[in-house]
């Protein structure tokens, strides 16, 4: 009898260690554009809604060539970014499970696409749901009530899993359990603190716990 009958990923922090692309990409348009270098606090300071809405807003008039040019930076610098070592079999296992395997990411649509595409586990997700694809960001739950309602799942029956406080309140939200990771969270005691579902500090330890649960 298997625990879940789907799967929620995040992306950044949880699949992919993309903080310092991300960190690298923003502070290209500062400078670019502003004259400035944020820090990588002032710039998680920033996050929630998708790149786009923050780039208009930090950019202004200068909003089209500086979203050209986030992306540019982004696609062109991946190098910087990769998936955690293990993640990778594991979207296979679940896959070979045969059930419903999706994404919910407050990243844009368009960084999501790169990072997925370019790292080789875009294949794996039957449906993916970025921060453009909803009208309220995490911690609203809304992204993950569309996986519910497109698969006709039991949301006591889904697992979420995601490294931010907004991952836990989104999974409290739709009353989904929720998986924190701890490998390369920047709020590590915040989660700790919020006492998730399931906790676990490394790829491994998330990997012998879906064999026995799914």
Not at 86 to 114: C, H, M, Q, R
Not at 149 to 166: A, H
Not at 179 to 207: C, Q
Request: glycine residues 6%.
């Amino acid at each position: 009898m298997t625990k879940f009958d789907g799967i929620i990923f995040d992306i950044d922090g949880t699949m992919t260690s993309t903080n310092e692309l991300i960190f690298a990409s923003f502070n290209h348009i500062m400078n670019k554009y502003l004259n400035k270098t944020l820090t990588n606090n002032e710039i998680i300071s920033l996050f929630g809604p998708p790149e786009d809405v923050i780039l208009e807003e930090c950019t202004g008039e200068n909003y089209p060539a500086a979203r050209k040019d986030y992306y540019d930076f982004y696609a062109d610098n991946h190098e910087m970014a990769d998936l955690y070592p293990g993640i990778y079999e594991i979207l296979d296992f679940i896959k070979s499970k045969n059930i419903p395997l999706a994404i919910f990411t407050g990243k844009g649509k368009e960084a999501a696409k790169i990072t997925l595409k370019k790292l080789k586990i875009y294949d794996f997700f039957d449906l993916i749901i970025t921060g453009d694809d909803v009208k309220e960001h995490k911690p609203s739950p809304e992204g993950i009530l569309k996986f519910v309602g497109k698969f006709n799942l039991t949301p006591q029956r889904i697992l979420m899993i995601g490294d931010s406080p907004s991952d836990i309140k989104a999974a409290r939200g739709a009353e989904v359990k929720i998986a924190s990771v701890l490998w390369d969270s920047y709020s590590k005691e915040k989660v700790i603190e919020l006492k998730s579902d399931y906790v676990f500090h490394t790829v491994g330890e998330l990997r012998n716990f879906l064999k026995t649960s799914l």
